[in-house]
């Protein structure tokens, strides 16, 4: 198990519910991102913290996201009210930090959203 | 803004090819280029990180270069195999306070028998 896990893998729900995606990083790693992909694109920036202090959360498109990582480890993204165009394949990754090759990131396998 | 481009946007080729991919980008004041593997239903494998100090890494039958004065990357794929066949995107590190990465849209590559 040493690689960056997320759960659930799939999640359907309905417009207005909320929902919370969990990232488990490998182990030591001080850094996580989350991305967001839709299909035919690369993956798009969220946010992402050292520890647990959210370094940068630029990325996140309005005040229904929201990520937590309480105790420097597990990270939780959470969608408020959801609306279809949520609907996406949402990608955690975590790194050693730092700069050069102590950044290159690993991502997990991700969590594909369907809001109907 | 920084942009990261990469054509094309698919590729087929016979098996056996040595084959080029390539990235380019907007700012060259880039710290890493990490190229990724997308398989479908699948998260994104990590297959070569250039430092900017680098001009290019190797890892197998892979390698991938960096040219920051041109903002240009490419990955070379020597003697193609059917495995090969899945979405590389590569991505820029602009380090910093920018702990992100930027992402092109991939080259959707098939590798026919």
């Known amino acids: 198990g040493a690689g960056v896990s997320q759960s659930p893998r799939y999640k359907v729900t309905k417009r207005g519910q909320d929902v919370a995606l969990r990232c488990d990083p490998i182990?030591?790693?001080?850094?996580l991102y989350w991305y967001r992909q839709a299909l035919g694109q690369g993956p798009e920036f969220l946010t992402y913290?050292?520890?647990?202090?959210?370094?940068?959360k630029s990325g996140l498109p309005n005040d229904r996201f929201s990520a937590e990582r309480p105790e420097g480890s597990i990270s939780t993204l959470t969608i408020q009210r959801t609306e279809q165009r949520d609907s996406a394949m949402y990608r955690c990754?975590?790194?050693?930090?730092?700069?050069?090759?102590?950044?290159?990131?690993?991502f997990g396998p991700g969590t594909r959203l369907t809001v109907l | 803004k920084q942009e990261v481009t990469q054509i094309p946007a698919a590729l087929s080729v016979p098996e056996g090819e040595n084959l080029v991919l390539n990235c380019s980008f907007t700012?060259?004041?880039?710290?890493?280029l990490q190229w990724f593997r997308q398989d479908p239903g699948k998260g994104l494998t990590s297959l070569l990180l250039?430092?900017?100090?680098?001009r290019e890494q190797t890892s197998g039958r892979l390698n991938a270069s960096l040219d920051k004065s041109s903002g240009r990357s490419t990955l070379y794929i020597a003697a193609s195999q059917p495995g090969d066949s899945a979405t590389y995107l590569c991505?820029?590190?602009?380090?910093?306070?920018?702990?992100?990465?930027?992402f092109g849209k991939g080259t959707k590559l098939s590798v026919k028998p």
């Open positions: 990754a975590s790194s050693l930090g730092g700069q050069g090759p102590y950044n290159e990131q690993f």
């Open positions: 182990s030591g790693h001080v850094s």
């Open positions: 913290f050292n520890y647990e202090a959210q370094q940068d």
């Open positions: 700012d060259s004041a880039i710290y890493n």
């Open positions: 250039i430092q900017s100090s680098q």
């Open positions: 991505a820029g590190d602009y380090g910093g306070s920018q702990g992100n990465l930027i």
